[in-house]
């Protein structure tokens, strides 16, 4: 015959299993809030990466309209600069711009010339 649990001890066993789920449940809490802490200070870092390159490029734009007023101050001209290939300090390059795509062969086949649609309609 089994033996009949005494009431201490079912509260001892139910204890330890409540423990056991309380644990659980503080590590992920633990762990959330680490995810976090990570997330705020890469955001952090990120921010102060784009600020510190973003001042880069400021010196180095204006060390860069510097070296064009010097050479302006040089003699040189701006027309005679833009036929070297220069263009003026603080104007960016325009992008190239991509050719147009040819189309298939199988969409020029599928529509008629102009001029045989033309000659349909009048009959001749």
Same mark, same amino acid.
């Given at each position: 015959?089994?033996?009949?649990?005494?009431? #201490?001890? %079912?509260?001892?066993?139910? #204890?330890?299993? !409540? +423990?056991?789920? !309380?644990?659980? @449940?503080?590590? *992920? %809490?633990?762990?959330? #809030?680490? *995810? %976090?802490? @990570?997330?705020?200070?890469?955001?952090?870092?990120?921010?102060? @990466?784009?600020?510190?390159?973003?001042?880069? @490029?400021?010196?180095?734009?204006? +060390?860069?309209?510097?070296?064009?007023?010097? /050479?302006?101050?040089? =003699?040189? /001209?701006? $027309?005679? !600069?833009?036929?070297?290939?220069?263009?003026?300090?603080? &104007?960016?390059?325009?992008?190239? #711009?991509? %050719?147009?795509? &040819?189309?298939?062969?199988?969409?020029?086949?599928? /529509?008629?010339? $102009?001029?045989?649609?033309?000659?349909?309609?009048? =009959?001749?």
């Amino acid at each position: 015959m089994a033996k009949e649990l005494s009431p #201490q001890e %079912a509260m001892e066993r139910a #204890q330890r299993a !409540l +423990d056991d789920r !309380l644990t659980s @449940v503080r590590e *992920l %809490a633990e762990s959330r #809030q680490k *995810l %976090a802490n @990570v997330r705020e200070a890469s955001a952090a870092r990120i921010a102060e @990466v784009e600020r510190e390159e973003r001042e880069k @490029v400021a010196a180095a734009e204006r +060390d860069d309209a510097r070296a064009y007023s010097s /050479t302006i101050d040089a =003699g040189w /001209t701006p $027309a005679e !600069l833009r036929k070297i290939g220069f263009t003026e300090a603080g &104007k960016k390059r325009a992008p190239r #711009q991509r %050719a147009a795509r &040819k189309s298939s062969s199988n969409e020029a086949a599928a /529509t008629p010339p $102009a001029d045989a649609s033309e000659s349909q309609s009048y =009959g001749g």
